[in-house]
């Protein structure tokens, strides 16, 4: 694959573009940009003194720097304090070009189940989808990550873009922007690990380990849940009828064989506070599960002691594979949902 770097020092990008769909400019391409060379060339017609600033900076000799971040607390619901990264203009507008780029590369690649700092999605596209398709859940998971922004390993999220950015320069420049450090007190200290909240770019990164650099890192915990436990906790196609529905219901219909209309409302009432499948039937399973940032939620429709078990194993799949840990005063404990 050719260069981003090359591509990008090259006059002729009008025979690389293309339109995309998500895109702010006119859609005439209902696909994504297949690989990191068409994303580039794409951002650099819709946002083009931008690009033209990054082309002056990102060079052959790779002499721009970014510049340690001020670093300042806003109070958090709890009472303690959240750490805001403010970055100089220079640096927000380079993060904004990494931004773009990154989000051309990736969004065509998240899963539809994560919705925070996407374009087109947010909480209520969440909230909206757990009322819709959430049926039948009897406990909720709920896990948000202890630290989330502070804990992202750098180098792991430098493998994990690795594997679809094949541009060594554009890598460097996004460690060095993770490794720029912080000011606080006037007093520079180094970053060696997470990434600003606060930056441009922060949002899209933990997807990727699932903003856009959030959303990078935190996407191979959507994938896990996706192809592991979501088969594994999910089977058969309908529920086995209640006995109690079942007597009911026959209840039911005798009354209405004989005439007796009283008694056979009175057992349609009952009816509907009666649930037709079976709550313990063991050859049905649904497992459902949305992530909003760092914030995730698991739907079970199953017992507690298999609820359990998939909390236990989101929480060693995070600590194991991503260096993450569940916040233990913020994992709720598996409760049943009433009715």
């Keep these: 694959m050719a260069q981003v770097n090359d591509l990008m020092e090259s006059q002729?990008?009008?025979?690389?573009?293309?339109?995309?769909?998500?895109?702010?400019?006119?859609?005439?391409?209902?696909?994504?940009?297949?690989?990191?060379?068409?994303a580039r060339v794409c951002v650099s017609q819709v946002y083009p003194r931008q690009f033209e600033f990054v082309l002056a900076v990102r060079q052959r000799h790779e002499r721009y720097r970014f510049s340690p971040a001020k670093r300042i607390y806003i109070p958090k619901k709890d009472g303690k304090l959240r750490p805001l990264g403010l970055p100089p203009w220079s640096d927000k507008l380079v993060g904004e070009v990494v931004r773009l780029l990154l989000e051309a590369?990736?969004?065509?690649?998240?899963?539809?189940?994560?919705?925070?700092f996407r374009p087109g999605r947010g909480c209520h596209t969440a909230l909206r989808k757990i009322t819709d398709t959430w049926t039948g859940t009897t406990w909720?998971?709920?896990?948000?990550?202890?630290?989330?922004?502070g804990s992202f390993d750098h180098q792991l999220m430098l493998d994990t873009m690795a594997e679809r950015i094949h541009d060594n320069r554009f890598l460097r420049l996004t460690r060095n922007m993770l490794q720029a450090g912080y000011l606080e007190?006037?007093?520079c200290n180094a970053t060696l690990s997470g990434v600003p909240q606060g930056g441009i770019v922060s949002p899209v990164l933990s997807n990727i380990y699932s903003p856009v650099l959030s959303n990078i890192y935190l996407h191979r915990l959507d994938e896990f849940v996706e192809t592991v436990l979501i088969p594994e906790y999910t089977r058969g196609r309908i529920r086995k009828q209640d006995t109690a529905y079942a007597r009911?219901?026959?209840?039911?219909?005798?009354?209405?064989?004989?005439g007796d209309r009283a008694t056979a409302?009175?057992?349609?009432?009952?009816?509907?506070?009666?649930?037709?499948?079976?709550?313990?039937?063991?050859?049905?399973?649904?497992?459902?599960?949305?992530?909003?940032?760092?914030?995730?939620?698991?739907?079970f429709?199953?017992?507690?002691?298999?609820?359990?078990?998939?909390?236990?194993?989101?929480?060693?799949?995070?600590?194991?594979?991503?260096?993450?840990?569940?916040?233990q005063r913020l994992v709720r404990k598996v409760m049943s949902v009433p009715g």
């Design 12 to 38: 002729s990008w009008a025979r690389y573009g293309f339109d995309c769909g998500w895109c702010p400019l006119p859609s005439r391409c209902v696909r994504g940009p297949a690989d990191f060379v068409s």
């Design 105 to 116: 590369c990736y969004e065509p690649t998240f899963s539809d189940r994560s919705n925070g």
């Design 185 to 187: 007190d006037w007093v």
């Design 301 to 327: 429709a199953g017992p507690k002691a298999e609820a359990g078990q998939i909390k236990a194993r989101l929480a060693a799949f995070l600590r194991d594979d991503l260096k993450l840990e569940l916040s």
């Design 140 to 149: 909720f998971i709920e896990g948000d990550v202890s630290d989330c922004f």
């Design 265 to 299: 409302r009175e057992l349609r009432q009952q009816l509907r506070g009666i649930s037709s499948g079976d709550p313990r039937d063991p050859g049905f399973r649904r497992l459902h599960y949305a992530r909003y940032a760092d914030d995730t939620l698991l739907g």
């Design 248 to 258: 009911v219901r026959a209840a039911r219909d005798r009354a209405h064989r004989r």
